[in-house]
C-alpha cells in the first residue's frame, strides 16, 4: 500500500508525491495531514503536510500482476 498525496493550492495546478512505504493519513482537526507507517508495529510518522498545502489524500493499493 501506499499513499499519494496532492499538494497546492486550488489556483495552482496540483502536484502529486506518493509515500511507498505508508499506509495510512489521518488529519487532525486544525487540519493538518499526517503520513503514517503502522504496519510494523509502532506508528510512524512520515510527514506533516500544513492546513494550506495539501488538497487530497488517497490510499493507493499496490497492483498485483495476473497468476498465469
Known sequence: MAVKVYLGSS????????????DAF??????FLLIQR???GEQTD???????????A?????LQ???R
Open 65 to 67: 500482476s495476473p497468476a
Open 11 to 22: 489556483s495552482a495546478a496540483p502536484t502529486e508525491m506518493t509515500y511507498e512505504e505508508a
Open 46 to 56: 512520515l510527514a506533516v503536510f500544513a492546513p494550506n498545502a495539501w488538497l487530497h
Open 38 to 40: 503502522q504496519h510494523t
Open 26 to 31: 489521518s488529519v487532525t482537526s486544525g487540519g
Open 58 to 62: 488517497e490510499l493507493v493499493r499496490e
